[in-house]
């Protein structure tokens, strides 16, 4: 049975450099039938084009990649401490060789559209896509601290309206 209530966004009370760049967060999208979650700390939230919004940061790569891209939303859930490891079993394994819920003992749980999310976890970002575009090497202008990131592809930055954040 879920515990959550629904507040408004500039009602949340973390600071998002912890929240984010420390917590960590599991970026779930996807279907009741077909999702997948994946461990993010790169990231971040704030105000564009006049609406509460989510940066986030995904490499091509991930099997959550797909996902996000083929659903017009997706969630950001944060957890306590206790599910350290189930974050980093989401963010070192691919949901293409695990399930991950199960292995995890995370429980998904649904908004009333069907937009996927933890059960356990203590704030939920529902986030809707607004805009998204592959950084690129050409656009880097301090390329010193970046390059090291990248053997690869460049991630793909989502910009995301926050249309419901739920906490408990
Ligand atoms: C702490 C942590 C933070 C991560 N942050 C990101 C991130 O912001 N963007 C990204 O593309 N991958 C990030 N990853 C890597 C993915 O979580 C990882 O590759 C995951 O296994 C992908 O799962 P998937 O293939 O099921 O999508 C992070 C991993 C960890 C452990």
Redesign the pocket.
Same mark, same amino acid.
């Given at each position: 049975m879920s515990t959550f209530k629904e507040i408004l966004p500039e009602q949340i009370q973390d600071n998002p450099f912890k929240l984010i760049g420390k917590d960590?967060a599991l970026v779930t999208s996807g279907t009741k039938d077909s999702f @997948?979650t994946? #461990?993010?700390?790169? *990231?971040g939230v704030g105000v564009m084009w006049g609406k509460p919004v989510a940066f986030t940061?995904? %490499?091509p790569q %991930? !099997? #959550?990649f797909g996902f996000i891209e083929n659903n017009d939303y997706f969630t950001m859930s944060f957890f306590d401490e206790e599910y350290r490891d189930a974050l @980093?079993f989401? *963010? #070192?394994?691919?949901? %293409?060789d695990y399930d991950k819920p199960k292995e995890t003992g995370l429980t998904p749980a649904f908004t009333e559209d069907g937009i996927p999310y933890f059960e356990q976890a203590r704030l939920v970002l529902v986030c809707k896509k607004m805009y998204s575009q592959f950084l690129t090497e050409e656009n880097v202008i301090d390329g010193e601290g970046v390059k090291k990131w990248y053997k690869d592809d460049y !991630?793909k930055m989502y910009v995301s309206e926050i249309t419901k954040v739920l906490v408990k």
């Open positions: 960590w @997948n994946m #461990t993010v700390s790169w *990231g940061f995904i %490499r %991930r !099997h #959550t @980093n989401c *963010g #070192t394994k691919s949901g %293409r !991630h």
